[in-house]
């Protein structure tokens, strides 16, 4: 972000207005890369979610839901269903490329990510009598998932209006199997600020549903930085673009730039865990349009002026 005296610019801040219609919000996203939506049924369902999810990981037996993941269950390198978790210090399975790029091989928290899709809950028949014991858990997360998917598919269709050509309500349709939801569960166990490195999803678009502490950033179109405490809102939620739209697009629109830094994990004082439930989208990418992803994957690099903002930095 240039300035016109070619000096870097410094980031401007700031909240997003609060779409009220699913129109605007299509409109917000198309113009902004990211978009705060007015809903309080999504939100909702987050109190008594991560209260399952907690007591869930308190039961002796949770440990049988890390199944093994056939791979027809991943997407993009991640399982639709099953239980990981994690401790500080512990070497990273999978790594993405950009963290084989900077080093960052060692997990710097210990976190519980769970992955929910409900077609895949026949992997669980064998964990039946867990699943029924938390049924309150997967009966919500099933509901979650319904609602997110409809919101999302509404949202398509308004982006279809105004974007025509690119027919996202039906690609969504063509990819309804890889979409999911992520609980987490992060512990507080040492500095770590930065939970979540600069990065872009690697979906459609996301639907940040709520967290229970701030420290959620996006850079917008414009570079940008929104963040404030918008993710732990009980009246609505943030979307916003991954990588399969840049795609599908062929660039007309950007995966949103984002990460989390929670400053709470700088003090010995206050660390209590923190929570978040995230929707991802997702949509079918042809095979012409991944080629195109591929040559041209250089013009997704990170601008380098946009950092790894926390709460601190905010005017
Ligand atoms: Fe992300």
């Not at 569960?185 to 939970?195: A, E, F, S």
Request: aromatic share 8%; glycine share 6%; charged share 25%.
């Amino acid at each position: 972000m240039l300035g016109k005296s070619g000096v870097m610019a410094a980031p401007r801040y700031g909240l997003l207005p609060r779409a009220t219609t699913l129109a605007d919000a299509a409109e917000q996203l198309l113009e902004q890369g990211c978009t705060r939506l007015m809903n309080d049924r999504l939100p909702a369902y987050f109190p008594n979610l991560i209260r399952d999810y907690v007591t869930l990981l308190e039961d002796p037996e949770h440990h049988v839901l890390r199944i093994d993941h056939p791979r027809e269950l991943h997407a993009d390198g991640e399982p639709d269903l099953g239980l990981r978790e994690v401790l500080r210090g512990e070497r990273k399975k999978n790594p993405r490329s950009d963290e084989i790029k900077e080093g960052r091989l060692y997990y710097d928290e210990s976190k519980a990510v769970f992955h929910y899709n409900q077609r895949a809950m026949g992997y669980y028949a064998p964990q039946q009598e867990l699943v029924s014991r938390h049924g309150e858990f997967f009966r919500d997360l099933a509901m979650l998932q319904g609602e997110c998917m409809l919101l999302g598919y509404e949202l398509a269709h308004h982006l279809d209006e105004k974007l025509p050509g690119f027919r996202f309500e039906k690609r969504m349709t063509e990819s309804e199997h890889l979409m999911r939801l992520r609980l987490l569960h992060y512990l507080c166990d040492g500095n770590k600020p930065n939970i979540a490195q600069r990065h872009r999803d690697q979906n459609f678009l996301t639907i940040q549903v709520r967290s229970d502490a701030p420290g959620l950033w996006l850079a917008d179109k414009r570079q940008s930085i929104i963040a404030d405490t918008e993710e732990t809102r009980h009246d609505s939620v943030l979307i916003f673009w991954g990588r399969k739209a840049w795609e599908i697009t062929q660039g007309r629109v950007e995966g949103a730039l984002h990460g989390v830094n929670d400053t709470r994990f700088n003090g010995p004082g206050a660390r209590t865990p923190r929570h978040t439930i995230v929707a991802f989208l997702h949509a079918s990418v042809s095979p012409e349009e991944s080629a195109w992803a591929l040559e041209h994957m250089e013009e997704l690099a990170i601008p380098s002026e946009i950092s790894n903002y926390g709460l601190q930095t905010l005017a």
